[in-house]
């Protein structure tokens, strides 16, 4: 049973810092391109950013370009979102999503196999 288990969500000021962290179980994580995504209240989930299987390639929505560095660690099945010069408008729970083989489209949801339960980001202003 495939399991993602985000964690390290938290209330941060303006301009902090945070790292997310993705705990993937019951798959072989080289297999899969792995993604984070984010729903704010009212709004629809929203693709933060990917990753290929060994790390080669990234995309960032351009949102969070610059701002925000996704990473994975294969031989701990681990996935980060390192969060840098937060904003009010990314406060939203955030989703760790993994995938098995090629998508055309990363940035739709539906492509995902796999969702993590979330671990919410507020930013105070």
């Known amino acids: 049973q495939v399991q993602l288990v985000e964690s390290g969500g938290r209330l941060v000021q303006a301009g902090g810092s945070l790292r997310l962290s993705c705990s993937c179980s019951g798959l072989t994580l080289v297999e899969y391109r792995m993604g984070w995504f984010r729903q704010a209240p009212g709004k629809e989930r929203e693709f933060v950013a990917y990753?290929?299987?060994?790390?080669?390639?990234?995309v960032y929505a351009d949102s969070v370009k610059g701002r925000f560095t996704i990473s994975r660690d294969n031989a701990r099945s681990m996935v980060y979102l390192q969060m840098n010069s937060l904003r009010p408008e990314d406060t939203a729970m955030y989703y760790c999503a993994a995938v098995r083989g090629y998508i055309n489209d990363h940035t739709n949801e539906n492509r995902w196999n796999f969702w993590g339960q979330g671990t919410q980001v507020t930013v105070s202003s």
């Open positions: 990753i290929t299987t060994r790390g080669a390639s990234t």
